[in-house]
């Protein structure tokens, strides 16, 4: 089977290259929009371009690792994120191949009180949860068959994110306010990434939305205070703060906990806790510091 992946650079795509050695029996066409080594540059945006990629290797899968994940910029700028988060989908659906997508909690209020299944209304308060969710209508417009995660608070040792800006400003601060009162599940990519071997791997093809985070909840503030006891960080004092304290350039959810029920019924597998993750990924960060 040839499996492209889209978005290689990323946090995900990374995750995936990483775990694509553990599966040699698949040959693996790495591409993102910005050129690098061992990856084919490919702007998921042009259809052309990815037609041409798909026909000329022979592509059976495409992995959408490929994102505008910058929840600011995409308030400033939601028709660029629409472009890559939405139009992308209809044309990476209308390759007439499989899909697995990765879609987010954004796509809720954030203001459930208990965690969200596949089958809850959606209610994007944001340009990229709007974009997101758009994403997911116009991928299965296209191709209804194909799988869609949804994640949420996504790290890895690859890219930049909240573990390692935590990191640099407990090396810098004596005393950091962290949010307490948003509760979500922190993902390490790594576990996401084998979720979606899981599903590659799965004798059977089951199509459908499913979310997939760790498991377990916390607060941004737990977070921090777990990122920083596993780093060693001793001289920089964690405070817990509430939203209204920090200015926001854009609203976030206050809970956004996703429900794994399905995932884990329809795969047969069980699911990392959150800390587990972190502490895989910070033997990682801790070796390369
Ligand atoms: N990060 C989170 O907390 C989070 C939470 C929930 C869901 N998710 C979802 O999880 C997935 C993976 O996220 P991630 O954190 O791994 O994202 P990421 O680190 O931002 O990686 C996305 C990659 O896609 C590339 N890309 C952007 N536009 C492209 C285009 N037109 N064609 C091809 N590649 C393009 C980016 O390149 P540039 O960097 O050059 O733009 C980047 O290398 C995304 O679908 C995201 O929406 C993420």
């Known amino acids: 089977m040839n499996i492209l992946i889209t978005g290689a650079n990323g946090q995900l795509g990374n995750e995936?290259?990483?775990?694509?050695a553990a599966h040699p029996k698949y040959t693996y066409f790495f591409t993102d929009v910005v050129p690098a080594e061992n990856t084919y540059s490919l702007d998921i945006c042009d259809k052309a371009a990815v037609s041409a990629f798909v026909t000329e290797h022979a592509i059976d899968l495409i992995v959408n690792c490929a994102a505008y994940t910058n929840v600011d910029k995409a308030e400033e700028d939601e028709a660029t994120a629409m472009k890559i988060n939405a139009d992308a989908l209809s044309v990476?659906?209308?390759?007439?191949v499989k899909v697995i997508h990765i879609s987010t909690d954004y796509v809720f209020s954030g203001d459930e009180h208990l965690p969200c299944k596949e089958s809850d209304p959606v209610a994007?308060?944001?340009?990229?949860?709007?974009t997101k969710y758009e994403g997911e209508k116009r991928l299965l417009a296209e191709c209804p068959d194909a799988v869609i995660l949804r994640t949420a608070w996504l790290y890895s040792s690859f890219g930049n994110?909240?573990?390692?800006?935590?990191?640099?400003?407990g090396k810098e601060k004596e005393t950091?306010?962290?949010v307490f009162d948003q509760i979500g599940t922190p993902t390490y990519a790594a576990d996401l990434a084998a979720a979606i071997f899981t599903v590659i791997e799965c004798p059977m093809w089951h199509p459908g939305i499913y979310h997939f985070t760790n498991e377990g909840v916390c607060s941004w503030y737990d977070f921090t205070l777990a990122i920083h006891d596993l780093a060693g960080i001793k001289n920089c004092q964690v405070r817990p703060i509430l939203s209204e304290e920090y200015t926001y350039k854009t609203p976030r959810?206050?809970?956004s906990v996703l429900d794994k029920s399905k995932f884990k019924k329809t795969f047969g597998v069980e699911i990392p806790y959150w800390l587990n993750g972190l502490k895989r990924c910070m033997e990682i960060l801790n070796r390369k510091s």
């Open 16 to 20: 995936m290259r990483v775990l694509s």
């Open 92 to 96: 990476l659906g209308g390759q007439g």
């Open 124 to 130: 994007p308060r944001t340009a990229y949860g709007r």
């Open 161 to 169: 994110n909240f573990v390692k800006t935590m990191i640099r400003l």
């Open 176 to 178: 950091l306010g962290v």
């Open 253 to 255: 959810p206050h809970y």
